[in-house]
């Protein structure tokens, strides 16, 4: 959340709530930018639904937000904002300017090339593009666009989030001094 890059790469773990994290950075972005337009693409309708369910929940603890549109694909803010959650196909996001686009659960994306392809234009005037996945091998796009990062081929700023992380599954978290022993 402290990263103002363009570019952003999220390596995840599965079940570390990165989900309800680019959620509430959504929802952040569209109430307080008006007119801003962000945009979810997921690896299925199903994925694309979750992400939107969850800026929804998230809304019922703002009464302060108020819609104009809402539905199972998009909702719209009354300052003009909206967000809007679509699942993959071959031409996911070529109508869109978008102020943030996330590519969620990237590497297992089909068409992962062409919905890069159009999704990176979508943020050429200023927007922010993240890519978040758990990994998949190295025979993806998401992959490649990590190992490309990592040796300054692309303006990724790369973040990991290792399951460790996760309070859930680490109660007692970063405090532990010792680096070994936290893992």
């Not at 801003?36 to 199903?46: D, I, K, P, T």
Request: charged share 25%.
């Amino acid at each position: 959340l402290e990263s103002r890059a363009s570019e952003r790469l999220v390596v995840k773990a599965r079940q570390v709530g990165v989900s309800q994290l680019i959620a509430g950075e959504a929802l952040w972005e569209a109430k307080s930018r008006a007119g801003a337009c962000v945009l979810f693409v997921s690896r299925n309708e199903a994925a694309a639904g979750h992400l939107l369910h969850l800026v929804y929940g998230l809304m019922r603890s703002d009464p302060s937000i108020e819609t104009t549109r809402r539905n199972e694909r998009e909702v719209w803010l009354a300052n003009g904002s909206s967000i809007r959650s679509l699942p993959a196909s071959e031409e996911t996001g070529r109508t869109f300017a978008a102020s943030a686009v996330y590519l969620d659960e990237f590497a297992h994306t089909q068409w992962a090339q062409s919905i890069y392809q159009s999704c990176v234009p979508c943020v050429s005037r200023g927007g922010r593009l993240t890519v978040v996945s758990t990994p998949k091998g190295r025979n993806n796009l998401f992959y490649r666009l990590y190992a490309e990062s990592v040796v300054g081929q692309r303006s990724f700023e790369v973040h990991r989030v290792h399951w460790s992380e996760c309070p859930e599954y680490n109660p007692e978290g970063f405090a532990i001094p010792d680096p070994e022993r936290r893992r």
